[in-house]
């Protein structure tokens, strides 16, 4: 039981600190693979050659730059990356995601 807990515990902990926003600003004119490996990768791993599997209402620039801004429950907010750089970093993650 107290080995449960732990493990329950160090769970929750680690996704808290996921959650957490992210001081990264990447340099201007950063491209969007560079910023996924200095940023991205330590969470979101390639496997198949693909990063995500993207419903297709959320395969896009913008639903992509908008959950890089804002984060969610378990991912990290990276309000410094803006503007082309976003941009960029949201057509690498389109480019190398499987859409569903």
């Known amino acids: 039981m107290k080995k449960a807990c732990l493990t329950i515990t160090m769970a929750a902990l680690a996704m808290a600190g996921c959650s957490k926003p992210n001081n990264y600003t990447p340099a201007a004119g950063d491209l969007g693979a560079d910023i996924f490996k200095a940023a991205c990768v330590e969470c979101h791993k390639m496997e198949n050659g693909k990063i995500f599997e993207l419903?297709?209402?959320?395969?896009?620039?913008?639903?992509?730059?908008?959950?890089?801004?804002?984060?969610?429950?378990?991912?990290?907010?990276?309000?410094?990356?803006?503007?082309?750089?976003?941009?960029?970093?949201?057509?690498?993650?389109?480019?190398?995601?499987?859409?569903?």
């Open 55 to 100: 419903a297709a209402d959320k395969a896009s620039v913008a639903a992509i730059a908008k959950k890089v801004t804002e984060g969610g429950t378990i991912m990290a907010s990276f309000p410094n990356i803006k503007g082309e750089e976003l941009k960029g970093l949201s057509q690498y993650v389109i480019d190398n995601s499987k859409v569903k």
